[in-house]
T-cell receptor, first 110, second 113 residues
Framework: QKEVEQDPGPLSVPEGAIVSLNCTYS??????FMWYRQYSRKGPELLMY????GNKEDGRFTAQVDKSSKYISLFIRDSQPSDSATYLC??????????FGSGTKLNVKP | EPEVTQTPSHQVTQMGQEVILRCVPI?????FYWYRQILGQKVEFLVS????????KSEIFDDQFSVERPDGSNFTLKIRSTKLEDSAMYFC???????????FGSGTRLTVV
C-alpha cells in the first residue's frame, strides 16, 4: 500500500467554484500534513500545513484532516484562474522526509 | 524572501556521463534534501543531509548518486553514470530545523539522451 494516495485529476472548474482536493494516507503515525502548490516547471510551494485533526483556514483555502479516516482535504473557495496549478499533498512522517501524493492538476476557467 | 537557488535550470547529458546538479540553500538552514520528479509522477525523496553527512536516503539513491557540501554555501548532487531513467526534475530543498518547513528550489530538469 502506498503511503499517500491522491487523485491525479485533472480537475477543471469555472471561476468562482469551490474546489475540493483529497488525499488518503496509510500510516496512522503520520503527524504533519501539508499542501503544496506547483506551477509548471517550478518547485513545490508550501500553501498550508496542519498537525491535528480538524480545519485550518487561510484566506480562501481550508485544510482539513481526519486522522480517524486517514483522510486530508484542501478546499479552495471562490477559485481564480491564478489557482490553476498542480496541488500536492505531503505528509511528514518520520525519518526527516516527506511522502508526497502524485498531485492533482487543477484548471480554473475564466 | 530567501530562496533556494538551483543551477542549471535544464541540463542535457549523454547516457553514461557524469552530471553535477548544484544548489544554494537558504543561508541559515542546516538540513538539505534532494527530491526528484519523473515527468507525470510524484515527487520522490532521494536523500537528506545534515552536519556534513547523509542522514537518510531512499532506495533510489544507489551507488551512482552522491551528495556533497563542498563549501559553506553549495550543496551538490552527483550522478556518476547517468541512465535514461534518471531523466527527471531534481529539486533541492532546505530547512532550518529539519521539520516540515522546507523551502524548495525551482528544480533542474535533467534529460539523459
Amino acid at each position: 500500500q502506498k503511503e499517500v494516495e491522491q487523485d491525479p485529476g485533472p480537475l477543471s472548474v469555472p471561476e468562482g467554484a469551490i474546489v475540493s482536493l483529497n488525499c488518503t494516507y496509510s500510516n496512522s503515525a503520520f503527524q504533519y500534513f501539508m499542501w503544496y502548490r506547483q506551477y509548471s516547471r517550478k518547485g513545490p510551494e508550501l500553501l498550508m500545513y496542519t498537525y491535528s485533526s480538524g480545519n485550518k483556514e487561510d484566506g480562501r483555502f481550508t485544510a482539513q484532516v481526519d486522522k480517524s479516516s486517514k483522510y486530508i482535504s484542501l478546499f479552495i473557495r471562490d477559485s481564480q484562474p491564478s489557482d490553476s496549478a498542480t496541488y500536492l499533498c505531503a505528509i511528514w512522517g518520520n525519518f526527516n522526509k516527506f511522502y508526497f501524493g502524485s498531485g492533482t492538476k487543477l484548471n480554473v476557467k475564466p | 524572501e530567501p530562496e533556494v537557488t538551483q543551477t542549471p535550470s535544464h541540463q542535457v547529458t549523454q547516457m553514461g556521463q557524469e552530471v553535477i546538479l548544484r544548489c544554494v540553500p537558504i543561508s541559515n538552514h542546516l538540513y538539505f534534501y534532494w527530491y526528484r520528479q519523473i515527468l507525470g509522477q510524484k515527487v520522490e525523496f532521494l536523500v537528506s543531509f545534515y552536519n556534513n553527512e547523509i542522514s537518510e536516503k531512499s532506495e533510489i539513491f544507489d551507488d551512482q548518486f552522491s551528495v556533497e557540501r563542498p563549501d559553506g554555501s553549495n550543496f551538490t548532487l552527483k550522478i556518476r553514470s547517468t541512465k535514461l531513467e534518471d531523466s527527471a526534475m531534481y529539486f533541492c530543498a532546505s530547512s532550518a530545523q529539519g521539520t516540515y518547513g522546507y523551502t524548495f528550489g525551482s528544480g533542474t530538469r535533467l534529460t539523459v539522451v
